[in-house]
């Protein structure tokens, strides 16, 4: 048995490398292709070629390693403060009716400003340094994980909750036994959605006013017309929203390792 | 056990209902019974007429509208040591396995008599699980999965076990089985089993008595002791007085 399942596994890792490996060298191709055949200056369209270059240069005087330490800080501690907000008021509003039809018009109504617009206020508010942007990411975070715990909490099973109750479980026991285990795998895939959003409320916040960080890097080089600085920071990001993703389905895979055992329920 | 012995379970003129957009769903009415230690009773009736909820009222989840529920004399007021509860889907925790589940009760209740340890493996025994300890839920048959729920339900050692239908979801073949499953349990631990059942014939073949519930709103229509032989076989189901019976109970519930 389990080496039927890590089998399967390890196929499905292969599959999905190859896959990966095919579609960027697919990508490359293409890239070569127009720079080839369109002959653009490098200020409009770098070719692979110096994009490494620039990614090499950026690497050797550490300037690349020290926006992506400073983004990264904004995403963690954003990601933290936006979690840890969205799981407290969402265990609340999923205990209570009544702040649930108090408070779902605010947070509902809080969704359709649009993150950039409110992001100048916060650089305003806050100044121009981590506080403003950790805020944004935390704004970003916080509907998806708000909603996830929301709706997590509700899948769990009303004879569950019965079973508690008749076992006379404490709120606290009921949280750690029953409610947690059973909203965890709603709640990481709202998780998962907020690390990646987490990266662009970051990015937002450096456009807008930052004097360090890939955003600020991009905006750099935009200024310069230096085009391959600008495509080694998006790099940079969609590595960096890549690896917290994949971070977090790591997590799912250990904290969720029930899910994976298929049985032959009759 | 003498005759005058206290009645383990006493419900007395109960009633219980629902808040319905704006009324009330009466759903059960003046419901009278008392219940000796060690019985063994199924109530049986037609489908939403409440049995659930007496079940529920009788476990203390659900605050009774009228009457009152005295379990050892002492009134029913929510949830109670001494209760076991079995559901009709086996209501197990998929993330836990096979021993952890049994041994809930013991995590939440930290126990006084006994290593956890030892007393879940004694009632995974008692269950025929043992083998299975350390399996998931997924990975169980309906049948034992809802062997679990009744080893969750009695490693408390509980007076009285309510069991909910625990066998509606169940093949025929399984749930005959399960039926002498657990006669044997109780046959071993002496427990008082109340077994909301749709299946007359498993009530008749398990029941010391059965009361049957009439429709919504319920009371007590009929309340008759099954005084077939124990212990039961069976063969016992082709008998001529279990036939009688089964069709007594049958007219009663049309
Ligand atoms: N939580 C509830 N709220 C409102 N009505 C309910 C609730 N639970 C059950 N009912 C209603 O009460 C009646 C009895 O339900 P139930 O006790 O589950 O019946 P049974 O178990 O006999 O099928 C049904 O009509 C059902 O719709
Ligand atoms: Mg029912």
């Known amino acids: 048995m389990a080496k039927r399942r890590s089998r399967f596994t390890n196929n499905r890792a292969l599959q999905s490398a190859t896959l990966l490996v095919v579609s960027l060298s697919v990508a490359l191709a293409i890239w070569l292709a127009i720079v080839a055949i369109a002959d653009l200056p490098a200020f409009i369209l770098p070719s692979p070629g110096q994009v490494w270059e620039r990614f090499l240069r950026a690497l050797a005087d550490g300037s690349l390693a020290r926006h992506m330490w400073v983004t990264l800080q904004e995403v963690l501690l954003g990601l933290l403060v936006g979690v840890g907000a969205a799981s407290l008021l969402g265990y609340a509003l999923a205990k209570s009716r009544r702040l649930e039809r108090a408070l779902a018009p605010y947070v509902v109504a809080s969704q359709s400003i649009p993150i950039v617009a409110i992001a100048p206020l916060l650089v305003i508010w806050f100044g121009p340094g981590l506080l403003s942007k950790v805020l944004i990411c935390a704004l970003i975070v916080f509907f998806p994980v708000l909603i996830n715990t929301i709706v997590g909490l509700h899948s769990v099973p009303q004879d569950l909750r019965d079973l508690m109750r008749s076992l006379r479980a404490s709120r606290w026991q009921t949280l750690r036994l029953l409610e947690l285990p059973a909203a965890l795998p709603v709640f990481l895939a709202g998780l998962r959605i907020g690390a990646t959003l987490s990266v662009i409320g970051a990015v937002v916040g450096e456009f807008v006013g930052a004097d360090r960080g890939l ?3 991009i905006n750099v080089g935009r200024g310069e017309y230096d085009t391959a600085l600008v495509f080694v920071a998006v790099f940079t990001l969609i590595a960096t929203a890549l690896v917290l993703y994949g971070l977090v389905v790591l997590l799912e895979s250990r904290l969720l390792w029930w899910q994976r055992v298929n049985g032959n329920r009759t | 056990m003498s005759k005058k012995a206290a009645p383990l379970l006493e419900v007395k003129d109960l009633s219980a209902a629902y808040r319905d957009r704006g009324g009330e769903l009466c759903v059960l009415e003046r419901i009278s019974f008392t219940l000796q230690r060690g019985q063994f009773v199924c109530i049986l009736g037609p489908s939403g007429s409440g049995k659930s909820t007496l079940l529920r009222v009788l476990a203390g989840l659900l605050p009774a509208k009228s009457g009152f529920v005295k379990l050892n004399g002492a009134p029913v007021l929510g949830p109670q040591h001494g209760v076991g509860l079995v559901f009709q889907d086996a209501n197990l925790m998929p993330w836990r396995t096979v021993s952890q589940n049994v041994g809930l009760p013991l995590e939440v209740n930290v126990s006084e008599n006994g290593a956890s340890e030892s007393r879940i493996k004694k009632m ?93 709103p319920a009371r007590i229509k009929v309340d008759t002791p099954i005084g077939l ?25 049309e």
């Open chain 1, 215 to 217: 955003g600020f890097l």
């Open chain 2, 124 to 216: 995974l025994g008692v269950v025929g699980l043992s083998r299975f300890s350390q399996s998931l839920p997924a990975e169980l048959s309906g049948g034992m999965a809802q062997r679990v729920a009744i080893g969750r339900a009695l490693i408390q050692e509980p007076d009285v076990l309510l069991m909910d239908e625990p066998f509606g979801s169940l093949d025929a073949i399984t749930r005959e089985r399960m039926g002498e499953e657990l006669l044997r349990i109780w046959n071993l631990e002496h427990k008082t089993i109340v077994m909301v059942t749709h299946d007359i014939n498993e009530a008749v073949y398990l029941a010391d008595r059965v009361l049957v519930l009439s429709s919504r």
């Open chain 2, 229 to 253: 032989a124990r212990p039961r076989k069976p063969t016992l189901r082709y008998s001529k007085s279990f036939g009688q019976l089964a069709a007594k109970l049958r007219k009663a519930i």
